[in-house]
Each structure stands twice: as structure tokens, then as C-alpha cells.
């Protein structure tokens, strides 16, 4: 394709080894990844017109935690700079949404969670209803595991279905070094381990992960100094649907990711590659449907989100590997997700394409 | 000495009070009266009961309807080992339970003792607290349990006439939950050099900048700063600002009267030491150019317990304090634009 | 193409109090993003995406609260973008807003911004939840100081600033305080909090909402009533802290007004602009900022404090809604910033308004004084003719 200006392409993708316990901060954490990812397409960091992160101070339990993170920047001088309380992958959205302004050039998105600082199975009962969840101590799990058993139910799935996707993305995970779960497993193996919250093990959860990333995004032909085969963002869209999972009318389907799905025009052509955030192993599921895929597009070569889960970071590394199946393996046209909220409440789908 | 990785254990403990506004306060008024109601909005009945039907964002208006208190399971999960957050400290269902009544379920959850006792499709009943120890949050309801007689509630789905006024309109919120840090290569060095009594800095290469204090970075060239950065910082300066802060009450506030907390020039470093504390200058009369010089605690009493990532150049207990040195005042002027 | 014009066409807010104890947290946002709708003629059906911004979600205890007031705010199957820059994120989130409208991605945007400090405490939050927090007059008054002593401003114009923020308080029926009996008497009487500092010179903890309805140039012209038209947007930061670092005189500061007034053509801000909305928590920060976006002169700035030129009647009116002073929801509060820009130059500020106001700018700060926003409105596309 011959890029306008107003194409935007992720042209360079770093991310630090995921780690289930890093005894780095999360400001060293950034440092490393955009270090990385400035070295990788050669060029200043005064080059860089925009720079946005995402993180949330209630992982790291500290107030204020993207400021210190700033620090990472170098800011003098000035820079225009930008913080999401989302993962890394809707930082990534706000630099494309700048860079659409057309005064800039280059700009670059960062992920970051340390993960290991909280407890998962409860530090997210503050992140529900303040109302009608937080108080019974709801925890992600729980409503995963209601979604889980409603899809059981609706006869979409079965327990065994979680597990081939846990043993398939498990599986890919041993050629992504960015994994941190990894290895072969029988189904029959995976569904002797016991219920973590009926019917889910485990294993269909989300492993904790300290991990930053960071992309960098250029516009036009500008794309072209800075990468060989730049992965161009053609569709790009996020939806959100009601908080509460008992107000939608089905949690066995996504309705946020098929309609981010259809705006980012996901059915316009065959997807090579998508890079899914299913924290849970079913979700991958409801998110394929959802997707609209079939069995031609291959699904999370690196493992996904159950080889490596630092949330806030762990969407921005779909991205990034989605660019990279472009940038570095020949892929033609890739798709990379992310999600937030209880039961896939927010989804955030972006299609990438490289030129023929 | 403290010189392996270290963890620090954070409580983030907080009494919150939510306000509840009128939808909600209707329902707490009547779930504390034993009454559990819903609101028909949209052509359903939502219970719990929102503000705004989650479809249109209209407002949800005031028909409420009474719900339960029986209802019926229609997805669930089990709990087997609950956390400190969790209502119950034994193993129990969550669930999604259409009250009778209701178009909607709502979240709660279902005390059956056994997993094995879950199913769709279960008619279950709320239990609720004792009318005395109720505050007409969600938790009222201690948890649902099997009905004893499946047969439908009585009075549900029957208009639910609201008071004029309600009279619980606030909830409590305690948070209460606990972080586990662990000390970064920067800031156990910074905690190694107090321990031996020096205080260092961090030289960047790039711009001759000194950082004092953990931050293993310059924030201004965007480099990285380890072991072979480090250039040990005199710990004699003088006061080039300061601030009094007359503390505010909160939960979890440790002080009481005013305190000062000092920014110092270190003498001949170029390099601004913050948040210091003058042990022998009342607060009322800390100033510009005063000269200090560090106290450090006795070997035997010093412990980098207190020196995490956060704390960010703070002597925690090892440095005491400053004191004055009893040299003549330097010109304010010549000081007060180093706050940094 | 890239950059269209950007109308502002719906502005709604709270009424800003200690503690709205009518009021849920999605009872407060939906307040002012009705009270948006109701000014836009609009319906939560005719808008596109909803952006919203906060401070620390440590204030009120919800980690990420736009996950649960998706619904409140009309996002249901919509885009729903979530802010946060520290203290100028209010500001950020009318950007991020604008930009969705000028890169064409949205047609309607409602970006909404709140604080609801009365659920928990801005002191513990502003700590990290540990004691002994120096909060953020603690951390301010060194720069305060610092700025008096080189500016050789005379003592009393922080007073002025505390008692004419107030007044104009007392003109806006939103704002938290009212305080028409204000005096420099009774500024200078009250207690001193962070030395310099004394407490009616410091902002009140406010719960309270912001709501800006953004649409493109059809939008805009086919508004019923008039829009304000976005100039230009800047965010700026600098790290909060590295070795001589001048707080006092943030370049990020200097940075943020230099970018606004070249994409704005402004050559001489003092009287090309004709009033302006600064974020001023603490009232030496009116002076400190008029320098520092070089609308006065290095340590002039406290003179057009003292000849009443920043007064609601005076050639360069500044906060003319009573500014942070007078209401200071921190989440909300640079986007209440941004919206008395707008609501001044559609000439709907009733009676705060600056007679024939064509061109305003707004500002908000974070953060250890390191991280700006700022944008320009104006009656038209092109005030400056």
C-alpha cells in the first residue's frame, strides 16, 4: 500500500522478559522496555512527538505511580506526554488518536504492571460495583468462573475444551522466550487438577506477571525510516458494555468485542495471525466467536495471555506481537486484542496489515 | 545486615463512605427492613435496583417492586477457600439468583455447605441478618440457602411503596487490602551505604547531574544508574528551602503538632537532599542557610526496615536527623532557588 | 484529513460541595453530563464515546471506576477511554476528547471529569495512604516561597488573589465556596497551613463533576446555542524532580503557552487573550503561572495581581468562576478550567461573564508542578481576525 498521512503503523515492539516476580520497580521496568524499543528503530528519543502510558496505581498499591514511571522518559526538555489508568494497549490507541492530529510524526505507547505487588484474588473486588460487589468481597475469579459455567451450560463448551485451549497455548508458549508458563500437557493431566472456582482449575486463570512493553508508532512515509515492513493499523476500535455481568442479556458472547470487531472492519479480509487476551482459558472461546475467526486464522502463537499476564501490559504485547508477525515474519494481515473489566466487559480490537 | 532482597508489607486500610443517592438509598432503607426490591425500567425489573437502565443511560425512575426473597440459581461457582474479604469463612457458592419477581439476577451468595448441592435451576432463599445488625448494604443478606418450600414468594413482584424519606442514605466501605514490595538493587544500595554510614549519590555520565537518594536512573538523559554511578554525597549542607505542614486528620495520620521538612544543598555536591527533618531547631523558626550536618542513629540501632521503593531518599530510621552546626547563617537568597 | 475543527457545544457541572451527600458517584457524573446534554440539546443517545478523568483512584476506593459507570455515563456498546495525568488530568480529558472530534474518529464526544473526595481523604490519598503526608500545600509552598523571594512580590498578593478568586466564587452558582464577606483581613487572619500558605489562600476539598460535549464544524454551526471552537490543545511534562530543576519556572510550563499561542497566532498573549481560566490551588500560583506562560514578564507577574488587572473587571481577567479556590473536585477541576474557557467565549458565564470575551485560554497542572495543560478557545475559528 502506498501509506498516507494518515496511516499509522507500529513500527517497533520491545517487551521485557515477564517474570512472576521482578525486584525492579515499575519505573526501572519502563526505562528498559522504551529504551529498548528507541534503540531497536534507531533513532533519539527527541525524536519521539508523543509518549503515553498505561498503568494503574492500584497494582503497585502506590498513588500517583506513572509519575515516578515519568522519570523513565528523560523529559528535558519538555515532551508532550500522556497516562491512561488501562493497559498498554489503550495508551497505544491515544498515541494513534495523536498522531491522527498530523503535527507529529512518531510516538510511542508503554505498558507497565507489577503484578506481584497485590493479590488477585483480591485486590480486583474494588475494581466492581462499589455498591453490590465490594462488599461480598466479589473477586475476578468468581465472575469468571460464573461466565465459565454459563458457557458450559448454553452447551457452547466443555471443561475439556478449556483445557485444549490451556494445552495449546501452554504448547505455543515454548517458542515465545517471552513466556512465562510454558510446556507440554495432556488434557486428561490438566483436568485431574482441582477446582480453583467451579468449573474452573488453576490452570484456566491468568498467571501473575511483572513485565513492561513498550511500541513505538510512526506516520506516513516516515514509517518506512524506521522499519522495513511496518505493521499498518487499518481498523482499530474498542467498545465497553454494561458493568454488571448480571444486567447483559448473554455472557456466553461478546457483544463489545464483535461490535470493536466489525469497526475495525476484522471481516474485510482472512486474518493470519491473532494475538487473544483470554486472562481466562474459556474466554478464548467466547472472544474467537466474537472475533469472528475461523479455523484459518491461528490463534495466539505466543501463548496468549495464559503464557504471561501482567495486566496493563499484557494487551499491549498482543499488539505487539500481532506487529511483529508483520514486521519480522511475513504475515500479511494479523489482528490483536485486549480486554478489561469483570467478564470481558471492555474489549479493544486492532487490525494490522503489512504491505504486499 | 540487611543486604538480602527484602519485603515490605503494605496495608492499604481505608474507612470509605459512599454516599448512596436516592435509588440506592431506597433499596438499603428496605433491604435494612427486610425487603429486598427491585426498580422496572426499560420494560424489566433490575434487582438490585440502578439508577439508569444500563441500556439507555435514562434514568431508572421510582417504580420499584418488591423481589424474593426466594429466587432461583441460574449460573454459579464455588468458593472453596475463602479470602479475608470473602463474608463467610467457609467454603460456599457464589451465584446468580433471579429473584422472584425480578427479570434480572443479581450477585450473592449461597450457603449450602456443600458443592456438591450447587445446581441451576435451585430455588434458594436469602437469610438475612438480624434486624438490629443490619446497615442495608448488600451484605444484609448473610448468603442464600436452599428453600425450604420452592413455591413462589409471597408479595413479589408487587409494587414496593417508598418512604418519603429513606433513612439510611451513607454505607461504609472498608478497604483493606495488603501489598508485598520488595526492595529494588536501588534501593538496597542506597539502604547498604546508610547502614555504613554514608550517604551517596548517583553521578550521570551524560549530564554530570548527581541524583541523591534511590533511583537507580536520571530522569533527565533517560540513562540507567547502577553501582558505577555511585559518588558518595557529604552529609553537611545547608537548608536551601523548606516546608511546615499542619497536619490534617485522616485515618492512619501519625502526626499531630506541625513539622518541617527540609530540602538541603550538601556541601560542595551540587545536589539537593529532600523531606530532611532539623532535630534542634524549633519548627517555628527552621529557615533558609541554616548549616547542618546528619545524625546518624548508633551502629547497633540502625535497621533499613523502613527504607523501600517508595520511600525515595529517606533516611528511614538510620538517619535521625540534622542537626546545626553552629556556623553563622549563609544568605537566603544565595540558597532558597535549590529546591532541587 | 487530519485536524478538523472542533465545537464545543454542551458544558455541564455540579454543584460543587464538601460532601454531595444526595448523590452516588454515578449520580454525581451523571448530573454533569446531563446537565451537558440539556446545553448540546442532545440526548446520552446521540453521543458517539465517552472519555472520562479522575485523579488517584485512591480518593474514592474504586479501583478504575469507569468500569462500573460504563452505564451511567450512556457508554453501553460504545468506545469508553479512561485519563489520568495526576492533578492536570481534568485538562487532559477535554483534550483527549477534542482530539477524538479533530482526528475524525468521533462525530460526538463526552468527556466527563470528577473527584468524590468526600468517600474517602485527599490528605491520605495525596500520602499514598501512609501518615505524615505533606499533601499538596506542603509540597507547593518551598516553590511559593522561592517565587516571593526572587519576584519581591509584597506579602499581600496571595491575599488579593484568595479574596478576588472568591468573589468571582461568589458569581458562579456552582462553585463550593461562596465567601461574599471575604476580606485581606480575614485571608491574612486565618490559619497558617503550609508556611506561607494560610488556609483561605488554600483550595477546599470539593466533591463535584464536569462534563464537555465536543462536536465537529457541521456540529458546531448547527448548535442552538453558540459554540466555543477549540484552537489548540498542548500537554507538556518534565520530570518532577532532577538536579537544579526550577519548579518555580516549569519549561513544560513555558513549553505548553508557546505551542498554544503559535498554533493560535498569538504574539502578545496579555492582550490578545482576553481572560483566563489557571489552575490556581493555592493563590501565589495566579502570579507564578502568568509569568510562567509568559503573560507577564519574569517577576511581573504579581503586578497585574495587584493593579486588579486580573480582577473580573480588569484588562486580563483570570478564574473568573472562582478557579480552583473556589471549587476543587481534583479530578474535575482542570476540566471545570477548560469549560469556563469555553462557556466565557460562547458568552454563557451569566454573571462571571467577560463583556465580548472572543478568545480564552485554560490551564491545568500536576503532579510536582511537571505536567501542563492547556488549550485556547474562541467565539470563531479565527478571533484574532
Same mark, same amino acid.
Given at each position: 500500500m502506498a501509506p498516507t498521512e494518515n496511516d499509522i503503523a507500529i513500527v517497533g515492539f520491545a517487551q521485557l522478559p515477564p517474570e512472576r516476580r521482578t525486584n525492579l520497580t515499575e519505573s526501572d521496568l519502563v526505562l528498559r522496555s522504551t529504551r529498548e524499543v528507541i534503540a531497536q528503530v534507531g533513532i533519539d528519543k527527541s525524536e519521539i512527538g508523543f509518549t503515553v502510558s498505561g498503568s494503574c496505581d492500584y497494582l503497585s498499591g502506590q498513588g500517583f505511580s506513572f509519575v515516578q514511571n515519568t522519570d523513565a522518559y528523560g523529559m528535558v526538555p519538555a515532551i508532550n506526554e500522556s497516562h491512561v489508568e488501562m493497559d498498554g494497549a489503550f495508551a497505544m490507541y491515544e498515541a494513534y488518536v495523536r498522531l491522527l492530529q498530523g503535527d507529529i510524526d512518531i510516538a510511542m505507547a508503554v505498558g507497565v504492571g507489577k503484578n506481584s505487588n497485590s493479590d488477585p484474588s483480591t485486590l480486583f473486588t474494588v475494581e466492581f460495583d462499589p455498591y453490590y460487589l465490594t462488599p461480598l468481597g466479589t473477586d475476578t475469579w468468581t465472575l469468571a468462573a460464573l461466565q465459565a459455567r454459563a458457557l458450559i451450560d448454553s452447551g457452547k463448551a466443555t471443561e475439556r475444551d478449556f483445557a485444549e485451549v490451556v494445552a495449546r497455548n501452554r504448547a505455543n508458549a515454548k517458542s515465545n522466550p517471552f513466556a512465562q508458563v510454558k510446556g507440554d500437557y495432556s488434557v486428561d493431566e490438566l483436568l485431574a487438577a482441582d477446582y480453583v472456582r467451579n468449573p474452573l482449575r488453576r490452570h484456566d486463570l491468568p498467571p501473575t506477571t511483572d513485565q513492561a512493553a513498550a511500541v513505538i508508532l510512526a506516520r506516513g512515509k516516515r514509517a518506512y525510516d524506521l522499519c522495513e515492513r511496518p505493521a499498518w493499523i487499518t481498523g482499530i476500535d474498542h467498545r465497553i458494555e454494561a458493568h454488571l455481568p448480571t444486567v447483559r442479556k448473554d455472557i456466553t458472547t461478546s457483544v463489545s468485542t464483535r461490535l470493536a470487531a466489525e469497526a475495525a472492519g476484522v471481516g474485510k479480509g482472512p486474518i493470519d495471525v491473532a494475538e487473544i487476551h483470554a486472562p481466562f482459558s474459556f474466554q478464548e472461546l467466547i472472544l474467537r466467536e466474537s472475533l469472528g475467526l475461523d479455523a484459518s486464522t491461528e490463534v495466539n502463537p505466543s501463548g496468549g495471555a495464559l503464557a504471561a499476564h501482567s495486566v496493563m501490559t499484557v494487551g499491549l504485547i498482543r499488539v505487539g506481537e500481532a506487529a511483529n508477525q508483520i514486521i519480522k515474519n511475513g504475515k500479511n494481515r494479523t489482528l490483536a486484542h485486549t480486554t478489561s473489566g469483570p467478564c470481558l466487559q471492555q474489549n479493544l480490537v486492532c487490525v494490522m496489515e503489512g504491505d504486499q | 545486615m540487611a543486604d538480602t532482597v527484602q519485603e515490605f508489607v503494605f496495608n492499604l486500610t481505608f474507612p470509605f463512605t459512599r454516599t448512596l443517592g436516592s435509588t440506592l438509598s431506597t433499596f438499603s432503607s428496605a433491604l435494612a427492613q427486610g425487603q429486598i426490591i427491585g426498580v422496572r425500567t426499560g420494560g424489566r425489573v433490575i =434487582? %438490585? %435496583?440502578?439508577?439508569? +437502565? %444500563? +441500556?439507555? =443511560?435514562a434514568d431508572s425512575g421510582t417504580d420499584w417492586v418488591r423481589v424474593g426473597p426466594k429466587g432461583t440459581v441460574s449460573t454459579w461457582t464455588w468458593v472453596p477457600e475463602p479470602t479475608n474479604l470473602h463474608p463467610l469463612d467457609h467454603a460456599f457458592g457464589f451465584a446468580f439468583i433471579t429473584l422472584d419477581g425480578a427479570d434480572t439476577p443479581m450477585l450473592h451468595l449461597v450457603d449450602t455447605g456443600s458443592e456438591s448441592a450447587m445446581a441451576a435451576g435451585m430455588r434458594v432463599e436469602a437469610k438475612l441478618k438480624a434486624p438490629a445488625d443490619r446497615v442495608g448494604r448488600i451484605d444484609d443478606i448473610i448468603a442464600f440457602v436452599p428453600a425450604a418450600d420452592p413455591s413462589p414468594s409471597e408479595g413479589a413482584g408487587e409494587p414496593f411503596v417508598a418512604p418519603e424519606e429513606n433513612d439510611i442514605t451513607e454505607m461504609d466501605a472498608y478497604c483493606d487490602l495488603q501489598y508485598v514490595d520488595n526492595a529494588s538493587p536501588t534501593t538496597i544500595m542506597w539502604a547498604k551505604a546508610l547502614m555504613e554510614g554514608r550517604i551517596i549519590g548517583q553521578k550521570c555520565p551524560q549530564c554530570d547531574r548527581t541524583i541523591v537518594g534511590p533511583r537507580g536512573m536520571c530522569s533527565v538523559c533517560a540513562i540507567e544508574l547502577d553501582e558505577s554511578h555511585i559518588v558518595e554525597v557529604p552529609g553537611r549542607g545547608v537548608v536551601s528551602n523548606f516546608t511546615i505542614v499542619t497536619p490534617t486528620p485522616y485515618p492512619g495520620q501519625t502526626e499531630t503538632e506541625p513539622f518541617a521538612r527540609c530540602s538541603i544543598l550538601l556541601d560542595g555536591a551540587d545536589a539537593v537532599i529532600a523531606q530532611q527533618e532539623i532535630l534542634d531547631v524549633p519548627v517555628s523558626e527552621i529557615r533558609v542557610g541554616i548549616h547542618v550536618e546528619v545524625v546518624w542513629a548508633p551502629e547497633n540501632e540502625r535497621s533499613a526496615a523502613d527504607i523501600d521503593n517508595r520511600s525515595r531518599g529517606s533516611g528511614g530510621d538510620i538517619i535521625v536527623g540534622w542537626r546545626t552546626t553552629g556556623e553563622p547563617d549563609e544568605p537566603a537568597a544565595r540558597y532558597l532557588d535549590r529546591m532541587m | 484529513m487530519s485536524h478538523q475543527p472542533v465545537a464545543i457545544v454542551g458544558i455541564g457541572q455540579t454543584h460543587h460541595k464538601r460532601k454531595r451527600a444526595d448523590v452516588s458517584m454515578a449520580g454525581l457524573v451523571r448530573e454533569a453530563a446531563q446537565r451537558a446534554l440539556e446545553d448540546a440539546n442532545m440526548d446520552w443517545g446521540d453521543i458517539d464515546t465517552v472519555v472520562l478523568g479522575k485523579a488517584p483512584d485512591f480518593f474514592e476506593g474504586v479501583m478504575k471506576p469507569e468500569m462500573y459507570l460504563a452505564d451511567a455515563l450512556g457508554a453501553v456498546n460504545k468506545p469508553m477511554f479512561r485519563v489520568h495525568t495526576a492533578g492536570s488530568v481534568g485538562g487532559s480529558t477535554g483534550i483527549v476528547g477534542s482530539h477524538l472530534v479533530s482526528s475524525g474518529r468521533h462525530k460526538r464526544v463526552l468527556s466527563v471529569a470528577f473527584e468524590k473526595q468526600s468517600e474517602g481523604n485527599a490528605q491520605f490519598a495525596l500520602g499514598g495512604g501512609k501518615g505524615a503526608s505533606i499533601g499538596a500545600g506542603g509540597a507547593f509552598a518551598p516553590f511559593i516561597r522561592s517565587y516571593i523571594q526572587r519576584s519581591g512580590a509584597p506579602e499581600d498578593i496571595g491575599w488579593m488573589v484568595a479574596v478576588k478568586d472568591r468573589l468571582n466564587g461568589a458569581k458562579n452558582p456552582y462553585a463550593h465556596l461562596k465567601l461574599a464577606d471575604i476580606t485581606i483581613d480575614k485571608v491574612k487572619e486565618s490559619p497558617m497551613m503550609w508556611d506561607p500558605l494560610r488556609f483561605l489562600e488554600s483550595c477546599p476539598s470539593s466533591d463535584g463533576a464536569c462534563a464537555v460535549i465536543f462536536t465537529d464544524e457541521d456540529g458546531g454551526k448547527a448548535a442552538s446555542k453558540p459554540p466555543a471552537w477549540v484552537l489548540a490543545t498542548a500537554m507538556k511534562s518534565e520530570p518532577g524532580w532532577y538536579s537544579g530543576r526550577d519548579p518555580v519556572n516549569p519549561q513544560a510550563a513555558h513549553a505548553c503557552a508557546q505551542e498554544i499561542y503559535k498554533a493560535v497566532g498569538i504574539t502578545n498573549p496579555r492582550e490578545q487573550i482576553d481572560c483566563a481560566e489557571l489552575y490556581v490551588p493555592f493563590s501565589w500560583y495566579e502570579p507564578m503561572w502568568l509569568e510562567a506562560h509568559e503573560i507577564a514578564a519574569p517577576g511581573e507577574g504579581w503586578k497585574m495581581t495587584q493593579s486588579g488587572a486580573t480582577a473580573l473587571d480588569g484588562d486580563f481577567p483570570v478564574n473568573m468562576s472562582g478557579g480552583v479556590l473556589s471549587s476543587n473536585p481534583i479530578g474535575a477541576s482542570g476540566l471545570l478550567r477548560f469549560a469556563e474557557a469555553a462557556l466565557q467565549v460562547r458568552g454563557l458565564a451569566e454573571d462571571h461573564q467577560v463583556g465580548g470575551a472572543n478568545l480564552a485560554i485554560a490551564q491545568a497542572y500536576g503532579a510536582n508542578a511537571q505536567f501542563f495543560a492547556m488549550w485556547a478557545v474562541g467565539s470563531s475559528l479565527n478571533p484574532l481576525g
Open positions: - | =434487582a %438490585p %435496583p440502578l439508577e439508569y +437502565d %444500563p +441500556d439507555t =443511560a | -
